[in-house]
């Protein structure tokens, strides 16, 4: 629990105290690809167009926000572990089943990614 | 006293197994066994802090990195997770060939994953739902604390889906 309040407030203080923080640089390709779905605010880490409050609401944002976590917090303890846990920490270690997990989480998020986000965008 | 030594073999199989099941979650085997006043937790703050800053720095918790990174147009993820693994590889080589202590002095066991199929079911699962919000456990944490507070809904979401893991873990394939 301190740990990840920890998190959250080091990322307040990294995008309050420490400034500087830029929009992030991305890809040219993508820039056009989202602004058809209306994305244009590079501001904050996450897109404010999509993650915010009133979004919440509506078919698309409950897809992203509510079923996109419900996909985390399930496909974690399903898997053993998450990012830092066998991407990581797993093949620091080399540990086969880590390499398995690893594959799997990079396909699953291309698939998404690449076939299946651009409907959920457009709704 | 037979029948008593085999309620206490049963139990001590029941253990076992359990140690079996929880063995697939990373997260309960290194738990420290200590009790400290409260206070001793504030080194986990810190270690939280940095570990928000980086995240927020390095932009890997941000939503357009990760659509970069799936949909490889960019080598910025790769690179940073790439070293990381490579800090880590190093990290646990050090750990090992100097068997180093936790800061209270117990060992550090690094137990050998046992795979199973949640790998591939659980990884897929985990995979779509890191592109459609672009985050994943930690970052969860640090983008509410970057200032995109609806992802409290997100994370709630994520608690309910390790519950709901929890009920059903007995009946998924493993």
Redesign the interface.
């Known amino acids: 629990?301190?740990?990840?309040?920890?998190?959250?407030?080091?990322?307040?203080?990294?995008?309050t105290l420490?400034s500087g923080?830029q929009p992030?640089n991305?890809?040219s390709?993508?820039v056009a690809e989202?602004k058809e779905y209306g994305i244009n605010n590079?501001s904050?880490?996450?897109?404010?167009d999509i993650?915010?409050?009133s979004?919440?609401f509506t078919v698309k944002g409950f897809?992203?926000?509510?079923?996109?976590?419900?996909?985390?917090?399930?496909?974690?303890?399903?898997?053993?572990?998450?990012?830092?846990?066998?991407?990581?920490?797993?093949?620091?270690?080399?540990?086969?089943?880590?390499l398995?997990?690893?594959?799997?989480?990079?396909?699953?998020?291309?698939?998404?990614?690449?076939f299946?986000?651009p409907s959920?965008l457009q709704l | 006293m037979h029948e008593i030594g085999e309620v206490k073999n049963s139990f001590v199989e029941k253990l076992n197994t359990d140690f079996e099941v929880r063995s697939l979650d990373s997260v309960c085997i290194n738990t420290s066994e200590l009790k400290h006043p409260w206070w001793y937790n504030v080194k986990y703050l810190a270690a939280g802090l940095l570990f928000g800053i980086i995240l927020v720095k390095t932009e890997v918790i941000s939503w357009f990195r990760i659509q970069e990174m799936f949909r490889l147009q960019s080598f910025h993820m790769y690179g940073v997770i790439g070293s990381a693994v490579v800090t880590g590889m190093i990290s646990v080589w050090l750990i090992k060939k100097f068997q180093v202590k936790t800061i209270y002095g117990e060992p550090i066991q690094l137990y050998k994953i046992r795979f199973s199929k949640g790998q591939i079911y659980g990884g897929l699962l985990f995979g779509f739902g890191w592109a459609m919000t672009g985050a994943c456990p930690g970052p969860l944490f640090a983008l509410i604390g970057s200032g995109t507070t609806v992802i409290i809904v997100t994370l709630l979401s994520a608690v309910a889906g390790t519950w709901v893991y929890g009920h059903l873990r007995e009946k998924l394939p493993h």
């Open positions: 629990m301190f740990f990840v309040f920890g998190i959250a407030a080091g990322a307040f203080i990294a995008v420490l923080h992030v991305v890809n390709g993508l989202l590079y904050k880490l996450a897109p404010q993650f915010n409050w979004v919440l897809i992203l926000m509510v079923v996109g976590g419900f996909l985390i917090g399930f496909g974690t303890r399903y898997a053993g572990g998450c990012t830092s846990g066998h991407s990581i920490m797993g093949l620091s270690n080399l540990q086969w089943p880590s398995v997990a690893t594959v799997c989480f990079m396909i699953g998020g291309m698939v998404m990614a690449n299946i986000l959920i």
